[in-house]
């Protein structure tokens, strides 16, 4: 429809525009925020797990946008002009049609570069979360969480029941 038969409708014209709309929110309050506040804290804690796990569930999502716009599948739609679009664009041969094609290898490296810049900040907040006692408060919150489970079965700490 804007390209005239290149391929992109109003639909993936519409999803892009969400896409870059939400995206710079939402990465100011999943990461930036996120990274910010635990990286304010000294204390290992259950708000410093907290926090953690809220930028690495974020991270998770982060990681498989990224790598869905690196490939592109053309079954969703034009919207994300991955290595499919690339490789479809260049090899229709006509000028436009490679015109596109090279714009979506820009978009592909420019997500690449992306990709892996976030794989770095992820391992460098991975490093400092274990450095941190991160790990050491997820183990003692686990072994709490089974404890209060244990007792609130009625098989321990005198929970339980006397048959006779």
């Not at 290595?83 to 714009?103: K, M």
């Not at 490296?109 to 900040?121: D, G, K, M, Q, Y």
Request: include cysteine; charged fraction near 10%; hydrophobic fraction near 50%.
């Amino acid at each position: 429809m804007f390209f005239g038969g290149a391929g992109a409708g109003a639909s993936d014209w519409f999803m892009a525009t969400v896409f870059m709309l939400s995206g710079v929110p939402l990465s100011w309050w999943a990461w930036y925020r996120g990274l910010y506040s635990v990286s304010q804290k000294t204390q290992p804690g259950f708000f410093l797990t907290a926090a953690y796990g809220r930028f690495f569930f974020n991270f998770g999502f982060h990681i498989l946008m990224a790598a869905w716009m690196i490939a592109g599948l053309p079954a969703v739609g034009d919207m994300c002009a991955g290595i499919f679009t690339v490789f479809g664009r260049l090899t229709a041969g006509t000028g436009f049609s490679t015109f596109l094609g090279f714009c979506a290898l820009i978009n592909v490296a420019v997500w690449s570069t992306v990709l892996a810049l976030s794989l770095w900040v992820g391992g460098a907040a991975l490093n400092r979360f274990s450095d941190g006692g991160g790990v050491a408060e997820l183990r003692r919150g686990r072994d709490a969480a089974a404890a209060v489970a244990h007792v609130g079965s009625g098989t321990g700490a005198g929970g339980g029941s006397s048959q006779r």
